[in-house]
C-alpha cells in the first residue's frame, strides 16, 4: 500500500509541528503572564505610595496637634509662673488669675475634658477651714502621718 518511510515521515512531520505549536503558546502565554504582572505590581507600588503619603501626612498633622497641645501648656505654665512671680506674697492664697490659670493646667492635663459629675467642678478644692483643724476629707497635720484619707 503505501511506503512505511512515508507513515514514518509523516508521524516526524506531525510530531515536530504539534511541539513547535506548543512551544508557541507558551511564548505566547508567557508574554502575556508576564505583561499581567507588570500591570498588578506597579498598581501594587501606586497603591503602597498612596498608603504611606497617607500615613505620612496623618503622622505630621498629628505631631502638630501634639505640637500645639504642648505649647499651650507651656504657655499657661509659664503665664502661672509670672503671675505667681508677679503677686508672691506668702500670706495670701491663690488670686483669681491664679487659680483660673492653675484650672487651665489641671483641665489641660487631663486632657481638656469636664470634671466628673460629683467631682471637684474648678479644679482645685477650697479649704473650707484653715489647716490644722479636723475636716472631713482634708488633710491631717498631726503626728501621725500627712495624709487622712477618712
Not at 503558546?25 to 500591570?39: F, I, N, P, R
Request: proline letters at 5%; one cysteine or more.
Amino acid at each position: 500500500m503505501l511506503n512505511p518511510y512515508l507513515w514514518l515521515g509523516f508521524v516526524i512531520m506531525l510530531a515536530l509541528a504539534g511541539f513547535s505549536g506548543y512551544r508557541q503558546g507558551v511564548k505566547v502565554t508567557k508574554a502575556d503572564y508576564e505583561q499581567a504582572a507588570q500591570v498588578a505590581m506597579t498598581a501594587m507600588i501606586d497603591r503602597h505610595n498612596e498608603l504611606a503619603d497617607a500615613d505620612r501626612k496623618a503622622v505630621i498633622e498629628a505631631e502638630k496637634q501634639r505640637q500645639a497641645q504642648r505649647l499651650k501648656r507651656m504657655e499657661a505654665q509659664h503665664a502661672l509662673e509670672l503671675e505667681a512671680a508677679r503677686n508672691h506674697n506668702p500670706a495670701c492664697s491663690w488670686t483669681a488669675d491664679e487659680q483660673r490659670l492653675l484650672n487651665d493646667l489641671v483641665d489641660g492635663a487631663n486632657g481638656g475634658k469636664a470634671p466628673a459629675p460629683g467631682g471637684v467642678s474648678d479644679g482645685m478644692r477650697q479649704p473650707s477651714a484653715p489647716d490644722g483643724e479636723k475636716r472631713p476629707g482634708g488633710q491631717g497635720l498631726g503626728w501621725f502621718g500627712r495624709f487622712k484619707f477618712w
